[in-house]
């Protein structure tokens, strides 16, 4: 745990990768993983530190996501577009969706996302994601809402079936959107009306979602956040940040009351989610893609939307297939702390290794460096006393 806390901070300090994923990564999950947590389907440590291809590590495809931009949503005239890789006390190096600046006066403005590979999860209806954020203390001069992470055919409506969608409002709040491919839907309602999809009062009865109490995360620290079907089987989800329930499906005194759970008015109300889901195309972080007709595109197209781009950095995202009891959540975060010296109150071991070692490798640079001034100095004493 040492070695990897300290080529951390190598890769703080000098700029270089701290230690290669796949090196990272034994026995199917990351070698700091506890005994009770299961190996996930896939897990990107995201921390490649240079370029757009993004690393998983369950199959070893080194082009298992990239990053991508919408060049029409890029503020930056002084130089082309690039990833924007940054160093970080306790990962080392990540990746930081977005990148407001400003150059010789100039404002520079990079709006981008993370496009990961389709995985195929929750066939039993159980699975669970886990993921490392942090927050910017600014948001986008434009933003509406702040899309973290999306999965799901971004030609629909996230409001439909096979549908995850995470997103923080510009109030503190999370909410969460999710539709398994059971869940009552706009487009599944029985109703005599054929638009009834498109009333929004036709089709309330399949609204469905949650929602936190605001707690606003603009604070440059990092936050866990999992996502997890039922731990006891059935329908419904929680939704953890930093080991605390903030909401879930159905509603469970925690969170946002929103009173989908009356029965006499909505079709969900047993809960969402606990069923098999399949949803279709990359997994999305950081941006909204959404369908592009509601602009006069073609049928089944779909672009980003320029108001919900997140702005932070994202680290550690992991997707299981099974869900995570409180007692395996609480495990995975703690081993996570340890591990990275997240919240640490103390200078980090990695970083005093660090700074050891510069001070080391300096004060010898500067011992080399004297050495050779003084050999110099006492050669040219020497030629002046020969020639005197």
Known sequence: ????KSTAIFALLFGTPAISASDAFVDGKPEFFPGDIPSPLAYYYLDDGEGSDLMESVSNDPKGGEVIADADHQT????PYKPNWVKDVNFGRTIKCGLMDKVIGVDVVQKDTLSLKDVDYG???SWAWSVWFRHDIRDFADTAREQFIGHGDPANVMTSRNQVNLQFERNGIIRTHLYDSNDIDRFNLDSSDPLCHESQECRLPAVAYSETTTQYYNDREWHHLVLTTNPGGGKGYNVYVDGLLRSSSPYSNVGTYLGFEDCAIYKNCA????DE?????PIRLCGRAKPDNWKGAKEGEYAWDPKRYFHGQVAHFAIFDSPLSDVQLENLRNAYIEEYDIYSSKLPTGILVGIICSAVASAALATLVWKCTKKESLSK???SMEFA
Request: charged share 15%.
């Open 123 to 125: 066939k039993g209806g």
């Open 277 to 281: 889901i399949n949803p279709v195309g």
């Open 381 to 383: 004493n020497q030629e």
């Open 271 to 274: 809960g969402v989610g606990g």
């Open 76 to 79: 930056n005239f002084l130089s």
């Open 1 to 4: 745990m040492i070695f990897r």
